[in-house]
């Protein structure tokens, strides 16, 4: 990978913390699969294709009055897969209540577009599945 892919994915959370899915539209394959980690209620597991990447923002812009994510560490960048920490920070819209929570999210990457985008909840979890563990 390359500081631009990186910037990209920067790029791309910007985007999202304005709900608008562009950025990421644009970083994606057509047949795209933007997998979730599954710990917020209505957040469907996977997304397919980059039309559905602007409904997972709307599930979740639906359910938080605020929500942001940022890039904390990148954990692996190498070949065609990236792996990130990334800080979620969210107030949600009905009760308030305002959550921090760290994600792990594998970034696979085919022609310089993601083809994959898998995010959990734990470290492990994401470097094995980005085939970094034994």
Known sequence: MSEETIAS???AHEAFNRGDASSAI?????DVEWATT?????????YRGPAAI?????V????WEEFEVTLDE?????GNVLVVSELLHGRG??????????????YRFEDGKVRRRASFTERN??????????
């Open 9 to 11: 994915i920067r790029r």
């Open 26 to 30: 644009d970083l994606a394959t057509p």
């Open 38 to 46: 599954g710990a917020f209620p209505g957040v469907e597991g996977v």
């Open 54 to 58: 602007q409904g997972w923002i709307d």
């Open 60 to 63: 979740i812009r639906s359910a």
């Open 74 to 78: 990148v954990l692996h960048d190498e």
């Open 93 to 106: 819209r009905s009760s308030g209540a305002e959550v921090k929570m760290r994600v792990f999210t594998v």
């Open 125 to 134: 979890a994401a470097l094995e599945a980005a085939g970094l563990t034994r």
